[in-house]
């Protein structure tokens, strides 16, 4: 049997042990709180770099724009490629960006939720779904990215990745120009983008236009198969 003089010791200990697990409790709870609130904290995009030439295969005088899609990739915070427009593209399929007036917008977003968000009060939700938006340019400076666009919402259906063509060119692009009378001395602006029926080529010099299936680099879409653009 326990004597007198131990139980005040035992409880004393005993409160104690139950003192330090409450504080435990309570430091792991506030830890846990602190740890939730800034994981539902938007983080924001980095201030964009300089622009760089290194890595931009043909750089300035042949310069085809998918030969520079990884490198655009890797100045991004988005992931999910949205597609290009590329203008002063001559009838091999490069620019040269040595000629005035000549340049490449990639863009790019994130699923929705993903990647950098509007700024709000941590711990709070957002109020509508965002995937944001982020261009890369390339022009005679080189290749660099544009301040982000968190503010951008999600499409109607989620943003996939454009992958590049299998079978389809610029060169071979113009090669469907050619044949519609174009004049392979001009320059032309050509888009790769989603369209409704799928990946697809709008192609524009002066005043002729047309836009072809990048899956065939036949297929000439036109009303709703074509609609869709760069975002």
């Known amino acids: 049997m326990e004597a007198p003089s131990q139980k005040p010791r035992s409880r004393r200990r005993d409160m104690a042990f139950g003192l330090l697990i409450l504080f435990c409790a309570f430091v792991a709870c ?16 980095p201030e964009p770099e300089s622009p760089t030439q290194i890595g931009l295969e043909g750089f300035p005088e042949k310069v085809d724009p998918f030969d520079l899609l990884r490198v655009a990739l890797d100045v991004t915070v988005r992931d999910r490629f949205q597609g290009f427009v590329a203008k ?26 993903l990647g950098p968000q509007p700024p709000r009060k941590g711990g709070t939700l957002p109020t509508r779904r965002y995937c944001g938006q982020q261009s890369v340019m390339v022009d005679s400076r080189g290749l660099f990215a544009k301040p982000d666009n968190p503010e951008r919402p999600c499409p109607s259906t989620p943003p996939e990745a454009l992958l590049p063509p299998e079978r389809c060119t610029l060169e071979q692009v113009w090669g469907l120009a050619k044949k519609r009378n174009i004049s392979s001395k001009a320059t032309a602006e050509i888009e790769y983008y989603h369209a409704q029926a799928g990946p697809a080529f709008r192609f524009k010099s002066a005043a002729k236009s047309f836009i072809v299936a990048a899956k065939d680099c036949k297929t000439i879409l036109t009303g709703r198969e074509s609609r869709g653009q760069v975002p």
Not at 30 to 45: E, I, K, N, V
């Open 30 to 45: 506030l830890l846990l709180s602190l740890w939730g609130m800034h994981a539902s904290t938007p983080r924001l995009a």
């Open 88 to 113: 002063g593209v001559r009838s091999n399929g490069t620019i040269d960006f040595n000629q005035t007036d000549t340049h490449v917008r990639y863009s790019f977003q994130s699923p929705s939720g």
